[in-house]
């Protein structure tokens, strides 16, 4: 069953074809990070303006790819939220319109859902062992996941009550003046740092227990069980305004780009402590099969490297999307999610579906 995805939720006009869930046969991404790079981040009008001129080339060239023509394809799933209102609004249109004039089958698909999915791409997902905890980590969202089994709805069990880790990465890297988007530039600066800062880690436990610990024995013990953790929830921007108060408070002409990478790697290792050490209790918790990780910050090494030693410990299967093409936002992933959103469903698809850029899972 070949599925036609689309993606327009922030700065990425896509569009891909994909075969049964898993078979990519075409993933074509209009990336706006040069025209954003101007701002120093996505302004929202720039990028629904830049989507409506896009897209339909877009569609066009993944069907090109894919060698597939338009009336081969069973059913149109495109991405109707979380997201920018006026980003979501281009691919979701561009869908209705697609949908209503072939009669084809229409799946709004939940965007993290969608990511949740990107480690189903390009592999034998039959051998997949369930349940699996998903940590979503990228520049609009920052989640943990459960799926209990390949159809089920997946059940969020935390998320960020402030800046999403990307987001952090972006505003931290400007606030040393790198380029957007940050991440990829922090996790290259830091491999260079001599002497990282130590930097706090929000486990957001009860004040008396934050005042009486140093932060990083705190994971030591939650870790080891010596200390229970109360939820798994994240918080990254009480990190990015102490960056903030560090490098504000630094002699101009003392940040030299020795100090930079200590900023850089202390910032990359609280935040990669925080996401590993939760979804490591995450997994322990709900006796997980298999940790995934998805998002654009499911590129970092680090994260990569934690994640995996603690599956390790745990004996359970570690994953990270096939291909970095598969990590940031794309079409495929969206397809995979349609599919397997179809797989489930009685419901009758064809009807226009509207943005929702609150969509809960
Ligand atoms: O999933 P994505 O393409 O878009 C959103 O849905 O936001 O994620 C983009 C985010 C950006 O914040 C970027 O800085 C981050 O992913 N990112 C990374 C790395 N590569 C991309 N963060 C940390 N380390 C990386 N290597
Ligand atoms: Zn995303």
Not at 99 to 111: D, E, F, Q, T, Y
Not at 211 to 229: A, I, P, T
Not at 241 to 256: F, I, L, Y
Not at 263 to 281: N, R
Request: aromatic share 6%.
């Amino acid at each position: 069953m070949k599925i036609l995805g689309i993606e327009t939720s922030c700065d990425e006009t896509a569009a891909a074809v994909v075969e049964d869930g898993s078979r990519v046969l075409a993933n074509v991404v209009a990336s706006q990070i040069a025209l954003h790079r101007k701002t120093g981040g996505v302004v929202p009008e720039v990028a629904a303006r830049t989507h409506v001129g896009k897209i339909i080339p877009v569609i066009e060239e993944a069907l090109r790819k894919a060698k597939t023509r338009f009336s081969e394809i069973k059913a149109i799933a495109v991405a109707a939220g979380p997201g920018l209102n006026s980003s979501l609004l281009a691919g979701v249109i561009t869908a209705n319109t697609l949908a209503g004039v072939s009669g084809k089958k229409l799946i709004p698909v939940n965007h993290i859902f969608a990511h949740v999915r990107s480690n189903w791409l390009e592999r034998d997902t039959k051998s997949f062992k369930y349940p699996i905890i998903v940590l979503t980590a990228s520049g609009g969202h920052n989640e943990l996941v459960l799926l209990k089994n390949a159809k089920s709805k997946p059940k969020l069990i935390g998320e960020t009550l402030d800046d999403a880790a990307g987001e952090a990465f972006d505003k931290v890297a400007r606030l040393i003046g790198l380029p957007y988007p940050g991440g990829p530039e922090i996790q290259r600066i830091s491999q260079q740092a001599k002497n990282p800062e130590n930097l706090p880690r929000a486990w957001l436990l009860p004040k008396d227990i934050a005042r009486n610990f140093d932060s990083v024995e705190v994971g030591e013990r939650l870790r080891s069980g010596k200390m229970q953790l109360r939820n798994f929830d994240f918080s990254f921007s009480g990190l990015k305004s102490e960056v903030r108060r560090r490098t504000t408070t630094m002699k101009h002409e003392a940040r030299n780009m020795k100090q930079k990478r200590n900023i850089a790697a202390g910032f990359q290792e609280s935040v990669v402590d925080v996401l590993a050490t939760k979804t490591f209790l995450a997994a322990k918790k709900f006796k997980a099969k298999e940790i995934h990780l998805a998002g654009g910050v499911s590129a970092n090494l680090a994260l990569r490297e934690r994640l995996s030693g603690y599956a390790g410990e745990l004996n359970i299967i570690f994953r990270h999307p096939e291909k970095f093409a598969f990590c940031t936002d794309n079409a495929a992933m969206v397809a995979a999610a349609g599919y397997w959103l179809a797989q489930n469903s009685r419901k009758k698809w064809s009807k226009m579906i509207t943005v929702n850029p609150n969509l809960a899972i």
